[in-house]
């Protein structure tokens, strides 16, 4: 059976309403300018959904070439949560692109497939130096359970119409 290619695979118009709804939300209850779920190709990322909240600088269908140092990028390379409560008191991001936009903390979690391949992230950044409490982090967690088995059941569809298409071809 061929794999299955994952950077291929379209997210469906319901799906991505859905998470819409997440991105609004988290940036509502938290209080953030910016709730973002992004999506990683080969050699860039982009935002995938955006919050529709005040002072966003984020448009869906921004992007930006892997290795400028995005807070995303280093969630997707350790596969772990991200937590920078304030990005100008920590030089290791002092060029990171997303203070540019004003935006100076950051929480963040991978997003994956069922295969273990990275689908990319869910975040919130605010403008000012943010702790993130530990309620926010749950909701973060809560809505990544939610958007992985969304995943899981688009992935598992992609791996069962393969598997029709190989059995095709061996009968015919």
Not at 10 to 33: F, K, R, S
Not at 156 to 170: E, F, I, S, V, W
Request: aromatic share 8%; net charge negative.
């Amino acid at each position: 059976m061929n794999k299955i290619k994952t950077l291929d695979l379209d997210i469906p118009d319901d799906m991505e309403h859905g998470w819409q709804n997440i991105v609004d939300l988290l940036a509502q209850i938290t209080q953030v300018p910016a709730a973002l779920i992004m999506r990683v190709h080969s050699n860039y990322i982009e935002v995938f959904s955006t919050s529709h909240s005040e002072n966003n600088p984020y448009n869906k269908g921004d992007s930006e070439k892997l290795g400028n140092g995005l807070y995303c990028e280093t969630v997707m390379e350790s596969q772990r949560r991200l937590l920078v409560p304030y990005a100008l008191k920590a030089p290791s991001w002092e060029n990171n692109p997303d203070i540019e936009l004003g935006l100076v903390s950051y929480c963040g979690i991978p997003l994956l497939w069922p295969n273990g391949e990275i689908f990319g992230t869910i975040c919130i950044l605010d403008s000012k130096e943010n702790h993130y409490t530990p309620t926010y982090i749950k909701l973060l967690e809560s809505f990544r359970t939610s958007i992985e088995s969304q995943l899981k059941t688009l992935f598992q569809h992609a791996k069962l119409a393969q598997m029709n298409r190989d059995l095709k071809n061996r009968v015919y």
